[in-house]
């Protein structure tokens, strides 16, 4: 470090004399490692420095007004390395002050930034007029350098080019999902469909699916745990499950055993947050209320969300998100018939012949080769009841049935 310093400076306690000029006062100040001198020549300057003092003194010439000729005089080394490296703040304000990049705004750290660019700049053509004297050749004016460093931004190739060498592999921000294990995703055994919200696939673009297999499917039940929420990652080959933090810049992981003991294998770069886990409670508790009973969306939001306090109540659904989760929930669940074309083309699916409490309601089916099929709906209690009764009331619900030709 070396710079001029003030002489009202009450640190280092310089005085004023009157000594002959030119005329060198050193100071020592041990405890900060620094060396003070004042030099007279024909004004006063304070100098500091941490790397260099008055030694080794060398001999310049100076004009004397009294005998009128130049006269050798005795010259501190300090001075002559800040005669060497001084101006280059006021070469830096001057070179700026040239050509100043032209961005007006609002913003206070705008400024800031393009203040930034113009001494990046100028530093740069500084270092470029360094080599090409060294080198002997011609240099170009500032003004031109950087009017090729503007052209030379604008037409080249704006994309990201990652060149991955054999023991530097490129970084992913963003953790890829693994795929299952391949003794299970191959076993053919119990991969199960499932209708799902869409999804994309990982190898196209275009691609979409709204059917998910039960068994291979990683991430979308939540595990919650001490407040933070895990998705599944892959199954060990101990029969364990790993899962990763919910939140995507967490690296967090858990083990899950068999015993279903949570083991932390990494540490959270967040925070746990137990409300957000209490409205995801909450929203699982109305998909499942939606897809197994006929309650009004009103009535299924407000009962799944009673009790819940306010800090939790922040992070849930708005009501109209809500409403649309429950009937895009209940439009999966709809089974579409096709129309037979005759009584034995008609099949009942599965789900059609349970109620929602799982009981058997279609009772008896006179089979396909029957030209005049019968089919026997209701449950085992409503037969009960209806053998207690003499008589039967019967209205003519059915006569809306196809008409077969």
């Given amino acids: 470090m070396l710079a001029a310093i003030r002489k009202t400076v009450q640190k280092f306690g310089i005085k004023m004399i009157k000594p002959l000029r030119p005329a060198v006062i050193s100071k020592g100040d041990n405890k900060n490692k620094l060396s003070i001198v004042k030099w007279v020549d024909n004004d006063c300057v304070n100098l500091a420095s941490s790397y260099c003092g008055e030694e080794p003194v060398t001999s310049i010439l100076r004009y004397n007004k009294d005998v009128r000729e130049k006269r050798p005089v005795s010259c501190p080394h300090i001075i002559k390395e800040f005669n060497k490296k001084m101006g280059g703040v006021d070469k830096a304000d001057m070179l700026i002050?040239?050509?100043?990049?032209?961005?007006?705004?609002?913003?206070?750290?705008?400024?800031?930034?393009?203040?930034?660019?113009?001494?990046?700049?100028?530093?740069?053509?500084?270092?470029?007029?360094?080599?090409?004297?060294e080198m002997g050749d011609n240099s170009i004016p500032l003004k031109r350098f950087r009017i090729q460093i503007a052209d030379a931004l604008i037409k080249s190739d704006t994309r990201i080019k990652i060149v991955i060498d054999s023991e530097i592999s490129a970084e992913i921000t963003k953790p890829i999902v693994p795929r299952p294990l391949p003794e299970m995703r191959l076993d053919g055994i119990n991969h199960l469909p499932d209708i799902d919200t869409q999804g994309r696939c990982r190898l196209c673009t275009k691609g979409k699916t709204v059917i998910k297999c039960l068994?291979?499917?990683?991430?979308?039940?939540?595990?919650?745990?001490?407040?933070?929420?895990?998705?599944?990652?892959?199954?060990?080959?101990?029969?364990?499950?790993?899962?990763?933090?919910?939140?995507?810049?967490?690296?967090?992981?858990?083990?899950?055993?068999?015993?279903?003991?949570?083991?932390?294998?990494?540490?959270?770069?967040?925070?746990?947050?137990?409300?957000?886990?209490?409205a995801k409670k909450s929203v699982s508790n109305m998909k499942r209320r939606a897809a197994d009973t006929l309650e009004k969306p009103r009535q299924l939001i407000q009962g799944s969300t009673r009790g819940l306090n306010l800090e939790a109540s922040v992070?849930?659904?708005?009501?109209?998100?809500?409403?649309?989760?429950?009937?895009?929930?209940?439009?999966?669940?709809?089974v579409s018939c096709p129309n037979p074309g005759s009584v034995a083309d008609i099949n009942i699916p599965v789900a059609l012949q349970v109620t929602s409490k799982n009981l058997n309601f279609l009772l008896w089916d006179s089979g396909q080769n029957d030209p005049h099929r019968i089919f026997m709906f209701g449950t085992k209690e409503n037969l009960e009841v209806l053998e207690e009764h003499r008589h039967w009331h019967v209205d003519g619900t059915f006569k809306v049935a196809l008409q077969f030709r």
Avoid at 106 to 121: A, Q, T, V
Avoid at 315 to 334: C, D, F, G, K, M
């Fill in 215 to 278: 068994k291979c499917d990683k991430g979308k039940y939540l595990l919650l745990s001490d407040g933070y929420r895990y998705r599944k990652a892959r199954t060990n080959t101990d029969g364990s499950v790993s899962r990763r933090c919910a939140e995507t810049p967490c690296r967090g992981r858990v083990k899950v055993s068999l015993e279903n003991v949570v083991v932390n294998v990494t540490r959270h770069s967040h925070a746990p947050d137990p409300a957000k886990n209490e």
């Fill in 97 to 133: 002050s040239l050509y100043r990049v032209a961005l007006k705004s609002k913003k206070w750290y705008m400024n800031i930034f393009s203040h930034l660019i113009d001494i990046s700049l100028n530093n740069a053509w500084l270092v470029y007029k360094r080599e090409m004297q």
């Fill in 315 to 334: 992070h849930l659904p708005s009501y109209n998100a809500s409403q649309r989760t429950v009937e895009r929930i209940r439009q999966r669940r709809e």
